[in-house]
């Protein structure tokens, strides 16, 4: 059994910077992936960055060029760094990772003003 806790959201002005973590408790598979994915009102659950226990990193295209996520304190929490914010990634994010199964956190809110 995996548990995961979310910190870090708020709220900031446009072209502000925030960073998620996301600490998981309990046994990890060696072989794990962790992200993050968000959730706005009225829309679809959308992924948005992952990393792998070794270290593999995919990011959706709204990521890109924009957020940095890593891994610290042996791998066993993530980090969603956040730069250049927009309107539009105001959103429950929520973490998960994929340990044999998939296990989610209860997310962090983020709100950007305009």
């Known amino acids: 059994q995996v548990q995961l806790l979310e910190s870090g959201g708020g709220s900031v002005q446009a072209g502000g910077s925030l960073t998620l973590s996301c600490e998981a408790s309990?046994?990890?598979?060696?072989?794990?992936?962790m992200g993050w994915y968000r959730q706005a009102p009225g829309k679809e659950r959308e992924f948005v960055a992952h990393?792998?226990?070794?270290?593999?990193?995919n990011y959706a295209d709204v990521a890109k060029g924009r957020f940095t996520i890593s891994r610290v304190n042996a791998g066993d929490t993530i980090e969603l760094r956040m730069d250049d914010l927009k309107p539009e990634d105001s959103a429950l994010y929520l973490c998960?990772?994929?340990?044999?199964?998939?296990?989610w956190g209860r997310g962090t809110q983020v709100t950007v003003s305009s």
């Open positions: 309990g046994r990890l598979f060696d072989r794990n992936i």
């Open positions: 998960y990772c994929h340990s044999l199964r998939n296990y």
């Open positions: 990393i792998t226990a070794r270290g593999t990193i």
